[in-house]
């Protein structure tokens, strides 16, 4: 299934979501005419280069594979189609006769590689005694070399010959706008950040909706009661809701310009519903303490929403503080000779 950049419900309903996973996880699919293979990278330097792209800065992204070991990014081509990545095994050295593989390729296994090792043999491309598997949480082979050996030359051998060094040519190809789209690591970067800030905004904004909601029924509720509309004898002589509805609506008319939005008749409706223990219980000075804390939650989102660019950095710096430290980069960057 090929990777999408859309989150809108077209036509299904999919959710939002504010970091780019498609970049951290990777993706690969296959559709008629069309494939898509999208390479891990790193989850800090991921939310480094969506900090510096919302500064107005240059970045630049490179994979980072689970397994670890070596990459060559020479010619990654920021993960457009054309590009290629060399990926290597880490191998040590025991002693003199003895290999240790700690990280192998990304998709490729222990197993795996020890088959082409095997094969390499047979074939006479590498001189080896035998070949050990004690992989159990971390993959770790152990190669045998037999006498007089050279084990640098072993080395570069299980690299030419072996899945110990593996080619992996990406190709960036996703769903935008209902269409395939051939882009670079760098563009799916900046659609998601640019989705993540609207995101952002709009959760402000529905903050803000339900803050204003609720300052306009405090409001509501402290004219009625310090008013005494409830004593009004039109209203304690309404004959249906309706009368008492438009009692209370004619009372509200001198205060209505302040309100944050226009009164209905469901909001009055709800002041019906105000019970004379509450009444009772009424506190002034608690009721404008609570009214003038709404009102200052509301500027902040305010005063949040005229600098999105900052508010975006921050929930990305946020995630970087939070857990940046259990994902530190695992595959080491370097040139292969």
Same mark, same amino acid.
């Given at each position: 299934m090929m990777p999408t950049l859309d989150w809108k419900p077209v036509p299904k309903v999919t959710m939002p979501v504010k970091y780019p996973l498609l970049l951290a996880q990777g993706a690969e699919g296959i559709a008629v005419g069309l494939s898509s293979k999208i390479?891990?990278?790193?989850?800090?330097?991921?939310?480094?280069?969506a900090i510096a792209y919302l500064r107005g800065e240059e970045f630049a992204l490179y994979p980072?594979?689970?397994?670890?070991?070596?990459?060559?990014?020479?010619?990654?081509?920021?993960?457009? /189609?054309?590009?290629?990545?060399?990926?290597?095994?880490k191998i040590e050295k025991i002693d003199n006769k003895t290999l240790e593989i700690t990280d192998v390729p990304f998709g490729r296994t222990s197993g795996s590689v020890i088959e082409t090792i095997i094969k390499a043999q047979e074939k006479g491309k590498?001189?080896?005694? /035998?070949?050990?598997?004690?992989?159990?949480?971390?993959?770790?082979?152990?190669?045998?070399?037999?006498?007089?050996?050279?084990?640098?030359?072993t080395i570069d051998a299980l690299y030419a010959f072996t899945d110990c060094e593996v080619s992996i040519s990406p190709n960036c190809c996703v769903i935008s706008d209902r269409k395939p789209h051939f882009l670079s690591v760098s563009d799916v970067l900046r659609h998601s950040v640019d989705t993540t800030k609207h995101l952002l905004q709009r959760e402000l904004e529905i903050q803000r909706g339900e803050l204003r909601e609720s300052l306009l029924y405090a409001s509501l509720e402290k004219i009625f009661i310090e008013e005494r509309i409830y004593k009004d004898k039109e209203y304690e002589q309404s004959k249906s809701v309706d009368e008492a509805v438009a009692h209370i609506d004619k009372r509200l008319e001198p205060f209505k310009p302040s309100f944050v939005r226009d009164v209905t008749r469901d909001d009055i409706l709800k002041l019906l519903e105000i019970k004379m223990k509450r009444i009772l219980k009424f506190n002034?000075?608690?009721?404008?303490?609570?009214?003038q804390s709404l009102k200052d939650h509301i500027d902040v989102i305010n005063d949040k929403l005229t600098r999105m660019v900052e508010v975006t950095i921050d929930w990305y710096k946020h995630l970087k503080d939070k857990y940046g430290a259990h994902y530190p980069r695992r595959t080491v960057i370097r040139s292969f000779d």
């Open positions: 390479l891990p990278h790193n989850f800090v330097e991921i939310l480094d280069a980072d594979f689970p397994t670890g070991g070596f990459i060559d990014v020479s010619k990654y081509n920021d993960g457009e /189609r054309g590009g290629s990545v060399r990926v290597r095994a590498i001189k080896i005694k /035998r070949v050990d598997d004690n992989t159990a949480k971390h993959a770790d082979i152990i190669v045998h070399l037999l006498p007089g050996t050279s084990s640098d030359r002034a000075d608690n009721a404008d303490t609570y009214i």
